[in-house]
C-alpha cells in the first residue's frame, strides 16, 4: 500500500535555529497538508498546499512557517527560528483530489524537540 | 466545520462489535463525515467516510441516520490492534482541512 513517507523521525533542535521537515506523498497525489499534535493535545491543521501554492493556512502558521515542494516529489515544511512551543509531532499528509471524495493518508510523522 | 460530539471513551470485548457513536447536528447537506484513528502517537488513520448512504469498506461500516444529525462506526470484530482514539469529522463544505476534536478512545480488552 502506498505510503506517506516523512524524514527524520525525531529531530532535535536548538532554540532559534532553522529547521525543515521533509516529506514524501503518494506520488500521484495532488493535494498536501502540514498538520501537528503537542503532546497531548489534539491535532491540529497547520496548511494545505495544492497546485503549487498555499490554499488554506491557520493561526498558527505565522511568518516563522513556509511550505514548499522544490522538486515535484518532496513537500517540506520549514521553521524559520523555531521556539520551545514547536515542539510537537508533526504529520505530512496526502490526498489525490479534493475533500469529499477521499480521505488523507498521513505519514508516521517527525517529532521536533526545540530545546 | 460542522461540530461534533462523541463519547470520551468506551470499552469493548475483543471479538464483538464496537460501535462508536457521533451526533453531528448542524451537519449541512453537502458535508461529509469522516472516520479517522490514531493509534497511539502515530499519524492518523483514514478509516471511511459517507454523505448519506451508509457505507462499508475492510475496515469498518459506517452507518449514517436518516436526517444525517448522527453516525455510527462499527468495527465488526474488534481486535487488541484497534485500541486508538477514533475521531469524527465533518469538515467544512469547501474547505480541505480536518479540524480533530478530542475523538473517542477505544480500549478493546482481551
Known amino acids: 500500500e502506498p505510503e506517506v513517507t516523512q524524514t527524520p523521525s525525531h529531530q532535535v533542535t536548538q532554540m532559534g535555529q532553522e529547521v525543515i521537515l521533509r516529506c514524501v506523498p503518494i506520488?500521484?497525489?495532488?493535494?498536501f497538508y502540514w498538520y501537528r499534535q503537542i503532546l497531548g493535545q489534539k491535532v491540529e491543521f497547520l496548511v494545505s498546499?495544492?497546485?503549487?501554492?498555499?490554499?488554506?493556512k491557520s493561526e498558527i502558521f505565522d511568518d516563522q512557517f513556509s511550505v514548499e515542494r522544490p522538486d515535484g516529489s518532496n513537500f517540506t515544511l520549514k521553521i524559520r527560528s523555531t521556539k520551545l512551543e514547536d515542539s510537537a509531532m508533526y504529520f505530512c499528509?496526502?490526498?489525490?483530489?479534493?475533500?469529499?471524495?477521499?480521505?488523507?493518508?498521513f505519514g508516521s510523522g517527525t517529532r521536533l524537540t526545540v530545546v | 466545520d460542522a461540530k461534533t460530539t462523541q463519547p470520551p471513551s468506551m470499552d469493548c470485548a475483543e471479538g464483538r462489535a464496537a460501535n462508536l457513536p457521533c451526533n453531528h447536528s448542524?451537519?449541512?447537506?453537502?458535508?461529509?463525515v469522516y472516520w479517522y484513528r490514531q493509534i497511539h502517537s502515530q499519524g492518523p488513520q483514514y478509516i471511511i467516510h459517507?454523505?448519506?448512504n451508509n457505507e462499508t469498506n475492510e475496515m469498518a461500516s459506517l452507518i449514517i441516520t436518516e436526517d444525517r444529525k448522527s453516525s455510527t462506526l462499527i468495527l465488526p470484530h474488534a481486535t487488541l490492534r484497534d485500541t486508538a482514539v477514533y475521531y469524527c469529522?465533518?469538515?467544512?463544505?469547501?474547505?480541505?482541512?480536518?479540524?480533530f476534536g478530542k475523538g473517542t478512545k477505544l480500549t478493546v480488552n482481551p
Open positions: 506520488s500521484n497525489h495532488l493535494y
Open positions: 499528509a496526502s490526498i489525490p483530489g479534493r475533500l469529499g471524495h477521499y480521505g488523507y493518508t
Open positions: 459517507g454523505l448519506k
Open positions: 498546499f495544492y497546485n503549487n501554492e498555499i490554499s488554506e
Open positions: 448542524t451537519i449541512s447537506g453537502n458535508e461529509y
Open positions: 469529522i465533518v469538515p467544512q463544505g469547501g474547505s480541505e482541512k480536518l479540524v
